[in-house]
């Protein structure tokens, strides 16, 4: 298993044509190919969701979200170990905790980490900025 972590902030390049959204086509066909799989916390899909339905609105929203189950996410609850990771890492980087979920959760599996929040992520040396 070769596991990729996304962060909440590239969720959008899976349904909006924008920059860095063909990298995120490519990362899904790799999934779908199994030369890699996508790993997510939990909080990604709740963001995820609530993008759609500001972006395309409830109706779409929802039958992307139905979707997206079948993409197969390997998703990752916040377990004590998680938490204390994004605390770690929060300190280490400067970002919110909120922010640091995602790279935590990389940091753990040893694997990069996607995210389109340079501001938040730009300092991890794992984190491929999109867009």
Known sequence: ????????????????????????????????????????????L?????????????????????LMTTWQFEVYELSSALADEAWNQAETFGCSYYDAVSPALAYMLDAPLYSADRRAHAAISSAILLG
């Open 1 to 44: 298993m070769n596991p990729v972590v996304l962060d909440a902030s590239v969720g959008v390049k899976l349904f909006r044509n924008e920059e860095g959204t063909h990298h995120m086509r490519e990362l899904l066909a790799r999934h779908g190919d199994g030369t890699c799989t996508i790993c997510v916390p939990t909080l990604f």
């Open 46 to 66: 709740y963001e995820f969701a609530g993008l759609a339905q500001r972006v395309l609105g409830t109706s779409e929203a929802r039958a992307l979200c139905d």
